[in-house]
């Protein structure tokens, strides 16, 4: 009877050999949850960056071609008249998004990103 009731203790897990599991996978799902953090922060900031860099190339054709106009006051409605005009289409971005910040000068703010383009000098700033 003592040599059945060993075998069957044998069978289970002991808790520090549990706690020592629930140890190590508390550990890797926190360097799993930071490095998905920084990816996706990437990941974001990359997609804002070639965001403003289609933006800009648009107004630029759209000045070459003498479409668009930045001289004077811009406002939003001269970016979406003038981004249609160039594309045929509607401004990809609302007004709290892609805003002027000067003359030349677009700022555009999604994801948590700000990137604002110089399209004189074909400078590009990002804050994460």
Do not use: H, W
């Not at 706690?19 to 997609?47: C, D, H, R």
């Not at 001269?78 to 594309?87: A, D, G, P």
Request: hydrophobic share 40%; net charge positive; proline share 1%.
């Amino acid at each position: 009877m003592k040599k059945l009731f060993r075998k069957q203790l044998k069978k289970g897990f002991t808790l520090v050999e549990v706690l020592i599991t629930i140890t190590i996978i508390g550990i890797i799902s926190t360097v799993g949850l930071v490095s998905y953090k920084n990816y996706v922060n990437t990941t974001n900031e990359v997609a804002t960056k070639q965001e403003m860099t289609q933006l800009a190339q648009v107004f630029q054709m759209g000045m070459a071609t003498g479409d668009v106009d930045f001289s004077g006051n811009v406002t939003y409605e001269n970016l979406l008249t003038s981004y249609k005009n160039v594309t045929g289409c509607d401004l990809p971005y609302n007004n709290q998004e892609l805003t002027v910040v000067s003359t030349n000068k677009l700022q555009l703010i999604r994801r948590g990103v700000t990137v604002q383009y110089d399209l004189s000098t074909n400078k590009m700033t990002v804050n994460a």
